[in-house]
């Protein structure tokens, strides 16, 4: 199957292009940078990479390639770049059909945080129980956390280490709330990256 989606990836490589290409040009209009030092397109590309290395692991169809990739791509820009549910849409339409880019949407949608003054509020459990519903949704989350944690273990951004703390103690309760427990596909914590994400925070406390 791995060998199917790098196939796949190559054959949809110039629709992918442009999808990254959108997506960087998007958070660079408003601004948002990663960790305060990077273009927000550093972060998009990291999420991306994990859905290239693991996609294999969920993809079931593959019309869901490029609502997948898109996901990866635009999974803040409702929640940072001032995009709607429908902006979304019309975007993912450039690149796809409608039927694709409505998946496209609600696994953007799936990953927006919801109002709230803390960390805990904007990401309750409305908010899982949103990822646990939506096709890929869990997926994309994992590899964003996975993105998230490379970044703060890897002393580019001081500011960022302390992160990876709050990563570690978070860890069970997060992949309990992604966690749909059903047997289709699109809806697989794959287990191969909860591993490397472990082995990546478990590294971290042997070298502090």
């Known amino acids: 199957m791995s060998r199917n989606f790098d196939l796949l990836l190559k054959r949809y ?11 960087h040009s998007l958070h660079q209009s408003v601004n948002q940078t990663y960790g305060g030092i990077h273009p927000y397109g550093y972060h998009l590309d990291m999420v991306v990479q994990n859905i290239r290395d693991y996609g294999h692991l969920v993809l079931a169809d593959e019309r869901d390639l490029l609502p997948l990739v ?3 791509y635009f999974h803040d820009s409702i929640e ?42 904007r990401a309750g459990e409305r908010y899982y ?3 646990r519903q939506t096709p890929y949704a869990p997926f994309v989350k994992l590899c964003d956390r996975m993105a998230n944690t490379a970044y703060s273990l890897s002393d ?4 960022n280490a302390r992160m990876c703390h709050i990563y ?18 699109r809806l697989a ?5 909860v591993e490397r994400i472990d082995r990546m925070l478990a590294a971290d406390t042997t070298t502090h």
Not at 103 to 112: C, D, N
């Open 13 to 23: 490589e110039p629709e992918i292009a442009q999808i990254r290409l959108a997506a």
């Open 156 to 159: 580019v951004n001081k500011l």
């Open 168 to 185: 570690r103690q978070e860890m069970p309760s997060f992949l309990a709330a992604i966690n749909a427990h059903s047997d289709d596909r």
């Open 70 to 72: 898109f996901g990866g």
């Open 189 to 193: 914590v794959p287990a191969e990256m």
């Open 80 to 121: 940072d770049a001032r995009q709607t549910y429908n902006d979304t849409i019309s975007t993912a339409c450039r690149f796809m059909d409608r039927q694709q880019a409505l998946m496209a949407a609600e696994i953007v949608y799936a990953l927006t945080n919801d109002k709230g003054r803390t960390r805990a509020e």
């Open 129 to 131: 129980a949103g990822i």
